[in-house]
């Protein structure tokens, strides 16, 4: 039997940061995933494929904003024919980039297409053949489309089937229902009407992205109402019908047609190969782990990324993956997650962004103050300058706690404020930082100074 220090369920950005530290550091690492190849969801059928699309709707939107304001621009704007296709190229290139930092670890590193079933704490089965050994387990296998138990629900289509490599879908659709309210859901949304797509989305609650803010909300509902998005909330999915090649939706209040129906409500852990282990799991499916990445009972078994629900972002699953290898490797618990500390950007038109306690839930101890983006001068040269960055700090000692960001670049805003965040620097700080003009960037310092001045 093969014997190696580390297995790794999975290929993703949950593993394979992990995997690299831990060969470059002369351990003898296996990593599987039935993909056969590296990156996990987010890169074979979610944030990279999907941003690809949505800077493509985002030329358009910013060639109409500027249209608005009176200036004509000559834009060949790419077909969704041709975006898919640079969508397949973008995804292969990353592939063939993993696929070299495998074979740079030489020896060491050793990874298959495969997938694997744990028979105890130390023994994985490799594709129902082969059984294999390690002294460490790593958990690392990520999540799947939540497929809510609606009759019909066989008729519809994922995240997994718009995105993945050599998708089906290589004409525009003419028209498209999505069901689900969520980030996944408004950014198809967006993207989709934005290209030209009739675009109906229905959800069950009354409003879209219950995490965010009502200010963001509101921007974000009529910036979709405005480029063509039918939002039908409040509605229940009774049943989802196949006609040929339409697809109905039958709710509790109308029925919708469409060439397409995606489903778009939520993920949950992939918990796939685990059936044989008595691992604890949280109420929504999640393996519980501590701040170490540890589960409980299992001194040798480590869970990561989306299949412990902590914070199911790929940057988050990175970090996480970077964290046990750190602990397995001094054999030790030293590094620890802290979910708060991690930012979240959903590409919407506006963009949200957002980490820390948000303006919502802050307390009498917070300070908290917004910036109007329309003020900001890049955002005025891209014709793109409706939004806000809401900050929120401690009062008295003005240690940065928190911010929404809704607007263009948020994405970039709130990883620079998340820094801000996680190694505890404050308002004072923040206010004596130079930052590059002209950018969105300027906005945070002169917000910091204003918070300063009115402590």
Known sequence: MKRYDIIFLGGGGAAYPGAFY???????????????????????????????????????????????????????????????????????????????????????????????VMKDPHTVTVNGKEDVQGEYIVI??????????????????????????????????????????????????????????????????????????????????????????SLKLGRRIMEIQKDGERRRVITDNGSFEADHVVMATGRVPNLDGLENMNLERGKLGELVTDEFMNVPKYENIYA????????????????????????????????????????????????????????????????????????????????????FIDLVAEKGSGRIVGAEVVGNDADLLIGYIAQAVSSGLTLRDLSWIAAPHPTSLEAVGSLSRSMLDSM
């Open 140 to 229: 690392s296998t990520g999540s799947k489309p939540h497929m809510p138990n609606i009759p019909g629900k066989e008729n519809t289509i994922t995240s997994h089937d718009l995105l993945k490599p050599g998708t089906a879908i290589q004409d525009l659709p003419h028209d498209l229902i999505i069901i689900g309210g969520g980030y996944v859901g408004c950014e198809f949304a967006g993207i989709f009407s934005s290209l030209g797509t009739n675009v109906t989305l229905l959800d069950m609650m009354d409003r879209i992205l219950p995490s965010a803010g009502k200010d963001a909300i509101g921007l974000l509902e009529r910036r979709l109402t405005e480029g063509g998005v």
């Open 22 to 116: 831990l060969a470059s550091h002369g351990k003898k690492v296996l990593m599987m995933d039935p993909k056969g190849v590296l990156g996990g969801n987010c890169l074979y059928e979610g944030c990279i494929p999907s941003k690809v699309l949505f800077e493509a709707a985002k030329i358009r939107d910013r060639e109409q904003a500027l249209l608005d304001k009176g200036v004509k621009l000559t834009v060949n704007t790419p077909s969704y024919g041709d975006m898919v296709r640079y969508k397949d190229y973008i995804q292969n290139r990353r592939f063939r980039m993993h696929d070299e930092e495998v074979r740079m670890h030489g020896e060491n590193l050793t990874f298959v297409k495969a997938s694997g």
């Open 304 to 387: 990561t990324g989306d299949v412990n629900g902590k914070s199911m972002l790929f940057h988050a699953a990175v970090l996480m993956s970077r964290i046990a290898a750190v602990n397995i490797l001094g054999n030790r618990r030293v590094e620890k997650f802290d979910p708060s500390n991690v930012p979240s950007a959903i590409y919407t038109d506006p963009q949200i962004g957002s980490v820390g306690i948000s303006p919502v839930n802050a307390s009498d101890g917070h300070i908290v103050k917004r910036y109007d983006l329309s003020m900001d001068s890049r955002d005025q040269i891209e014709g793109m300058d409706e939004g």
